[in-house]
């Protein structure tokens, strides 16, 4: 993570970081997979962390792969968007917990002679 006055000197910052980490990875028998690093950059329309100066779709660039910036990554089972509201997370959580409504729905009902279309109806009823 890297906390300066625009998205372009987060990424020299990170940039900078990695290079680090590259050192101890030789030293410890590890490997850093650039491919599947994430990006955003955080800021908070009235609070504390402020927007960034310039533009937000500057990319990382690390061991010649291009990391875009996104509006949201997971981290540790938990969705961040850029303005650090949780609205994705509690989105994703709400989709997440439809799908097992609905699978948990249709096993019962089509146990209990229901039918799929009843286990629909109860699924949405739950939501």
């Keep these: ?22 050192r101890w990875e030789r030293t410890h028998a590890s490997k850093f997979a650039p491919a599947k690093y994430q990006l955003t950059h955080f800021w908070r329309k009235h609070q504390m962390v402020p927007k960034p100066r310039g533009r937000l779709d500057v990319p990382l660039i690390i061991k010649g792969v291009e990391i ?9 089972r938990v969705y961040l968007d850029t303005h650090l509201t949780g609205e994705v997370h509690i989105q994703e959580m709400r ?7 609905m699978y ?24």
């Design 1 to 22: 993570m890297a906390f300066r006055t625009s998205a372009a000197a987060n990424c020299r910052t990170l940039t900078k970081v990695h290079q680090v980490a590259e």
């Design 68 to 76: 875009k910036p996104v509006d949201s990554i997971k981290y540790l």
């Design 95 to 101: 989709e997440k917990a439809a799908k097992l409504i």
């Design 104 to 127: 948990t729905c249709s096993t019962w009902y089509i146990q209990g002679g229901r039918g799929f279309t009843g286990a629909q109806r109860a699924a949405e009823q739950a939501i």
